[in-house]
C-alpha cells in the first residue's frame, strides 16, 4: 500500500532527521523533490498552527513569573512552573540549584520547553489498512502531524541517579490529512460527512488541540539525563477541534466543532533518549471517537524530540 510506504519514509526521515528530507517512495504524479518541499512546508505549517492555536485556545506565558495559564469556555487553568516567592527562595538553601549540573539538591530534576515532532495517524482493529467502508478516511501521511510543547517535565528520584518518576505538562496537536475529499458536518449526534461535488482542494485535514500530562518511570542509565529509557502512560484533555479545507487557488475553509471525539482520553507511551534527541511512540487506549458517535479508530504517535531533557 504506498501510504504505507509513505509513512515508514517519513519515520526514518524523522528518526535519521535534522530534516535533510533524502529520498523515499514516490506517489503517483508526485516526484521525490515534490514531496519533501510537501513535507517541509507540512512541517513548517505544522509548527507555525501550533503556536498560533496555542494563542487562539487561550495559552498564555508569563516569562517574568514563569506561569501557564489555558483558558477554555468554561474553565481557566493556571499552572506556576517556577518559583513565585521570593523571601522562601531566599530563605530556603536546599532549594537552589547546585552549581555543577542544574539539579536541586532535593534531587527533582526539571526541564521546561521540550518540543515533540512525528506523524499522527490511526488503527482499525490494530492495523493500518482501513475496511472499505472507511476508505474515504485514507490519511496523507506526510501531512499528519503530531506536536507536542512540554510546558514542563520533571523527575522525582526514586534511586538517586538512575530511577525516577517522570511528570508534566504538555500541548499536544495532532493534524489528520486526508486523501480524500469531504466536508465533515457539525453538530451531529454521530461523526457524518458529505462528499464535496465542486471545487479542487489541495488539503482537508481535521485538527485537535488538547492539553496532557504524562506520568512514567524513567531508567537514566548513565549519568547524562538526556540519555535514558521511560515507559508510562499520559491522560489528555480536548481543548478543541477544527477540519480545514483549502483548496488549488489557496482559499481556506474553516469548520470548528467537537465532531464527536473523545474529550478525554489515555493512552501509554516510550521514550528513548540517545543525547540531543530522543524517539517516542503514543498508543491511545481510548477510540479517537466517542464511542457509538464514530468510527473505532485507535490514534498513534511517532516522532522525535528535537528539544530533548
Known amino acids: 500500500m504506498k501510504n504505507n510506504q509513505v509513512l515508514s519514509s517519513i519515520l526514518v526521515i524523522l528518526f535519521l532527521a535534522a530534516f535533510s528530507f533524502p ?15 510537501i513535507i517541509e512546508e507540512e512541517v513548517e505549517e ?25 483558558s477554555t469556555k468554561n474553565r481557566r487553568i493556571r499552572i506556576i512552573i517556577g518559583e ?42 490494530n492495523g493500518f489498512n482501513l475496511p472499505n467502508e472507511l476508505d474515504y478516511l485514507e490519511q496523507q501521511y506526510w501531512g499528519s502531524t503530531n506536536v507536542n510543547l512540554h ?10 541517579g538512575h530511577f525516577y518518576i ?6 499536544a496537536w495532532n493534524q489528520y490529512k486526508f486523501a480524500n475529499n469531504f466536508d465533515i458536518v457539525p453538530e451531529q449526534e454521530t461523526f457524518t460527512t458529505e462528499a464535496i461535488l465542486e471545487g479542487e482542494f489541495k488539503k482537508n485535514k481535521l485538527k485537535t488541540t488538547a492539553i496532557e500530562m504524562p506520568l512514567a518511570l524513567t531508567i537514566v542509565p548513565g549519568n547524562q539525563q538526556s540519555q535514558y529509557l521511560s515507559v508510562g502512560a499520559y491522560g489528555g484533555f480536548l481543548l478543541g477541534a477544527k477540519q480545514k479545507l483549502v483548496d488549488t ?61
Do not use: W
Open 23 to 37: 529520498s523515499f517512495a514516490q506517489t503517483e504524479g508526485e516526484t521525490t523533490e515534490e514531496i519533501e518541499e
Open 46 to 70: 505544522a509548527i507555525e498552527e501550533a503556536i498560533e492555536e496555542a494563542i487562539e485556545e487561550g495559552v498564555e506565558i508569563d516569562e517574568e513569573t514563569e506561569e501557564v495559564e489555558i
Open 84 to 125: 513565585d516567592d521570593e523571601e522562601d527562595s531566599d530563605d530556603d538553601d536546599d532549594d537552589e540549584m547546585c552549581e555543577d549540573d542544574g539539579k536541586p539538591s532535593s534531587g527533582i530534576i526539571t526541564r521546561s520547553g521540550m518540543l515533540d515532532l512525528g506523524v499522527s495517524t490511526y488503527l482499525h482493529d
Open 151 to 160: 510546558f514542563l517535565r520533571y523527575r522525582l528520584p526514586l534511586v538517586k
Open 166 to 171: 517522570e511528570n508534566g505538562l504538555s500541548m
Open 249 to 309: 487557488e489557496g482559499n481556506k475553509t474553516i469548520v470548528k466543532d467537537d465532531f464527536n471525539l473523545n474529550k478525554v482520553y489515555y493512552g501509554v507511551e516510550g521514550r528513548v533518549g540517545l543525547g540531543p534527541i530522543s524517539f517516542y511512540a503514543k498508543y491511545s487506549l481510548k477510540n479517537l471517537f466517542q464511542d457509538g458517535e464514530g468510527p473505532e479508530l485507535t490514534p498513534v504517535s511517532v516522532g522525535i524530540t528535537l528539544v530533548n531533557f
